[in-house]
């Protein structure tokens, strides 16, 4: 396995869209064209699906990607709320008389920056020109440092069932590279709140390849996350690119990140521990328990994956909202303004704050759909039609090296990913990834695939 690594270990795409962003096509968008593709007659009167982007945090964290702003005045949350509420009464003009909501994330940042009050009035704000679908899920991101008794049960009594909490490491000194000092009675305090009040479905994010980090930080880790029994875990290989995320990833030096085959071998340990602890991976970077929904999905072969990573609910349609949210409508993405002040002008010149954008060719749905496939159940198929436009042949040639390798089983229209295959997901789809191959871009571009 370690030989593997060493030879599939390069800059990939994490595939939460396809195309990736950096092979958005800016010459074919336009935010008129963006507004028609939301008005697709394909799934022009589905439930959709709400991303809202809480972007403020008291400090910085080192090792997170995410559009953040940091401060500690807790001013900034009303004007914010505003602005995103109006953002949304633009898009509800553009979909219509009061749209069905089948699920809302609210990610930051940290979400729970915001008082309980003011997470209650943005989401009553958006409810007041909408409805909830039949079925919904509903959930947000939590600091076990910030995160309130009075936050939890507000939250909760809006319709929230699920929340995931960032606990990366236990290790003292790996929580002190990453400046995210967080103790463990903290994650205790607030899984218990969140499982008394009756949520459903309770995560911890677990980090690995983090600087300073051994394999016995990982299963410490694990071996204390098992003490609390979440539902979900999400267990992420730390993505180290701080020539696109800035200073907040020069807080440590490039010695201090374990190597790639420890790093793998930190995950497949890991793996190992949580099995052992009764969860059950699903997809890329996710674990479950058996009774979790999410498990069930993937053996019915219905997840889907999107921008806010796997999910159970169905909707093809996404709004971002938010500053830097990106949207999707199937046929199309938008990104809104990363700076804040760009999009509170836009939103206060009554403007959809969008920046940047991308309409999906014929070739491009063809392709998303194939590596949603992998993605998501670990194998795909195609029709003769799809032939036509696509040259799946030579999509498999690129694949018989990994075929050797034992990593997929190809045949004439399909691509299985074996067990050994499924930690090299990422290099998979790249072999499906037209643009990538067509683009060849600057290694620095993307992350490390293991």
């Known amino acids: 396995m370690l030989n593997l690594v060493q030879k599939y270990n390069v800059p990939g795409p994490r595939y939460t869209s396809y195309p990736t962003v950096p092979f958005w ?20 009167n589905q439930p959709i699906s709400l991303y809202i982007h809480l972007p403020f945090c008291e400090s910085l964290c ?23 509420l109006k953002e949304w009464n633009m898009y ?31 989401i009553e704000g958006i409810f007041e020109k909408a409805t909830k679908a039949q079925k919904y899920e509903f959930s947000f991101e939590g600091h076990p440092n910030n995160t309130t008794k009075k936050q939890l049960q507000t939250l909760f009594d ?15 000194k790996v929580q002190q590279a990453i400046h995210r000092l967080q103790p463990f009675e903290n994650v205790k305090n607030v899984t218990q709140w969140a499982r008394e ?46 020539w696109i995320k800035g200073n907040g990833q020069r807080g440590f030096n490039e010695a201090d990140l374990p190597p790639a085959d420890e790093k793998r071998i930190q995950y497949e340990e890991g793996k190992i521990a949580l ?61 809104n303004e990363k700076d804040l002040k760009d999009y509170y002008q ?46 799946f042949k030579d999509i498999l040639i690129g694949l018989l090296e990994m075929q050797a390798d034992n990593l997929v089983i190809l045949g004439k229209n399909y691509v299985q990913v074996t067990n050994q295959g499924q930690a090299f997901i990422r290099n998979i789809c790249m072999a499906f990834d037209l643009r990538l191959k067509a683009n060849k871009p600057d290694q620095r571009i993307f992350s490390m695939t293991i």
């Open 25 to 44: 096509d800016s010459s074919t968008f336009s935010v008129q064209n963006w507004i028609e593709s939301l008005n697709h007659p394909a799934y022009k």
């Open 62 to 84: 080192t090792f997170c990607a995410c559009n953040k702003r940091i401060t500690k005045q807790h001013s900034v949350e009303q004007p914010y709320i505003e602005a995103v």
């Open 92 to 122: 509800v003009s553009i979909l219509g008389e009061n749209p069905v909501i089948e699920e809302i994330h609210l990610g930051g940042g940290t979400p729970t920056f915001f008082s309980a009050n003011n997470l209650k009035k943005l």
């Open 158 to 172: 809006l319709g929230f069932r699920r929340v995931s909490f960032g606990i990366q490491d236990y290790n003292t």
């Open 197 to 242: 009040m009756g949520y459903t479905s309770i995560g911890h994010d677990l980090i690995f390849g983090l600087p300073f980090q051994n394999l016995e930080d990982v299963k410490h880790t694990i071996k204390q996350t098992k003490k609390l029994q979440p539902d979900r875990i999400a267990f992420y290989s730390y993505a180290h690119t701080p």
């Open 275 to 335: 099995e052992e602890a009764g969860y059950s991976e699903i997809g890329m970077d996710h674990f479950a328990q058996e009774t979790d929904p999410l498990l069930q999905y993937q053996k019915q072969g219905k997840l889907h994956r999107n921008f806010m990573g796997y999910t159970t609910t169905q909707s093809k349609k996404m709004i971002g909202l938010g500053v830097s949210s990106i949207s999707d409508s199937w046929f199309g993405f938008a990104q």
């Open 346 to 391: 836009k939103i206060e010149n009554g403007q959809l704050p969008v920046f940047r954008g991308h309409i999906l060719t014929d070739k491009d749905l063809i392709i998303r759909k194939h590596i949603l496939n992998l993605m998501c159940n670990f194998e795909t198929s195609w029709s003769e039609e799809e032939n036509d436009l696509i040259d």
